[in-house]
């Protein structure tokens, strides 16, 4: 079972960064893919951005060109640098771990979750 921790959620203005964390531990596949999802009041869980071992990353069209994913293999850590934030962006954002390059909120959902961290986009 991988465990996942997420850090570094926080308060920010609008049009402000912030960069967010999650550490894995317990990973044995060497395909494998971290991803962001973040859920909102009220709203269903959404998928944000997505990067596999090998690099390749993806982003939901709403953070394109504001967010960037990047991952160390050698600490199992992945990252998600948010730049202009948005109100819209306010959400829990939860770390999720799949054991494949595939990972969405459909047919291949991840195997592991972390707890989630806040992230606040408000004046």
């Known amino acids: 079972q991988v465990h996942l921790v997420e850090s570094g959620g926080g308060l920010v203005q609008p049009g402000g960064s912030l960069r967010i964390s999650c550490q894995a531990s317990?990973?044995?596949?060497?395909?494998?893919?971290l991803a962001w999802f973040r859920q909102a009041p009220g709203k269903e869980r959404e998928l944000v951005a997505s990067i596999t071992s090998g690099g390749g990353a993806k982003y939901a069209s709403s953070v394109t060109g504001r967010f960037t994913i990047s991952r160390d293999n050698a600490k199992n850590t992945a990252y998600l640098q948010m730049d202009n934030l948005k109100p819209e962006d306010t959400a829990v954002y939860y770390c999720?771990?799949?054991?494949?390059?595939?990972?969405?909120?459909?047919?291949?959902?991840?195997?592991?979750w972390g707890q989630g961290t806040q992230v606040t986009v408000s004046s």
């Open positions: 999720g771990y799949c054991q494949s390059y595939r990972c969405n909120l459909g047919s291949d959902p991840p195997e592991s």
């Open positions: 317990g990973i044995y596949f060497t395909r494998n893919t």
